[in-house]
């Protein structure tokens, strides 16, 4: 009797185990992209490439990155909710280069930044700035483009840099934009929001008298929204890197050459352009 009971466990076991192995195979889609196909023709000798190479990665045979898709051209969410960008692009080719699949997990800015440190992603990729203290918390790569930190206003306003500590600043929370301008005129003047969607609103609501983000994004914003404008003065100058979980140096190393071959090759510039005409 007792036998028995074990014996229908063990069998209620393996078909649990089986089942949960077929869901598993049935996953490979990723999120979004054009490069989807490939990697999904690829998935197996893919995988049993990134395990040649020693990688680990929080989730077996996927490259899990944090990001929050509020930062157009390098990522932001098309009308049918894929996320879509020049870093999504670029991570396509990286995680199909190292034969893993890649995962994006759409959060604010601050909870994908917590997320590499925390072991939750393998990567932070999002416009993240290169800065000293992220530098204790994570790896960076090689840094494969700058951006500049530019103020956004409603159109004929008054406001300069040189006035910026009288106005009421909109910022995205925890970004540079956000750290740099409490640092210089304090946090009762600087607003931080989950998401740059909901700042560039503030701004047309009159609920901030200005914004402070990356350039790029700023003029993806104010293309779409009519009655802003850009200030022609730089607030500050950085240079973007993704961010890697600090227990990862295998990772570092191979998501580096990978970046290094697509950034000399001229992929990476070809992306960019695509998605940004100067
Ligand atoms: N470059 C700025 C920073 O590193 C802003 C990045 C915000 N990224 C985003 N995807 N919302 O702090």
Redesign the pocket.
């Known amino acids: 009797m007792k036998l028995k009971k074990l014996k229908s466990l063990l069998c209620a076991a393996l078909a649990l185990t089986m089942v949960l192995a077929l869901t598993a195979c049935g996953s490979s889609g990723s999120n979004s992209t054009s490069a989807s196909d490939v990697v999904d023709a690829n998935v197996t000798s893919a995988s049993d490439a990134a395990e040649a190479a020693g990688l680990t990665t929080i989730n077996e045979g996927k490259l899990t990155i944090s ?5 157009p051209p ?2 932001s969410l098309d009308d049918s909710g894929n996320i879509v960008g020049i870093e999504v692009d670029i991570m396509n080719l990286i995680a199909e280069q190292l034969g893993l699949e890649l995962q994006i997990d759409d959060m604010d ?1 601050d909870s994908a930044l917590l997320a590499v440190q925390q072991g939750k992603s393998d990567m932070v990729v ?4 290169i800065t000293d203290e992220r530098k204790a918390t994570m790896n960076f790569t090689d840094s494969y483009t700058t ?1 500049v930190q530019v103020i956004v206003v409603p159109e004929g306003s008054d406001v300069t840099l040189d006035n910026l500590g009288d106005q009421l600043i909109g910022t ?1 929370r ?4 956000f750290i740099y301008t409490e640092d210089d005129y304090g946090s009762d003047h600087v607003i931080g929001y989950d998401t ?1 969607t909901l700042v560039i609103q503030a701004v047309l609501n009159g609920q901030v008298d200005c914004a402070v ?2 350039d790029s994004v700023a003029r993806a914003y104010v293309a779409e929204n009519p009655g802003l404008m850009i200030l022609d003065t730089e607030y500050a100058v ?1 240079s ?1 890197a993704f961010g890697v979980d600090k227990t990862n140096t295998a990772l570092l190393d191979a998501v580096n050459a990978a970046l290094s071959a697509l950034i000399a090759d001229g992929t990476v510039d070809e992306i960019i352009s695509r998605y940004i005409s100067d």
């Open positions: 990001m929050s898709a509020d930062f390098y990522e800015f999002s416009g993240v700035s951006a995205q925890g970004t540079t934009g740059y983000l990356d950085e973007y």
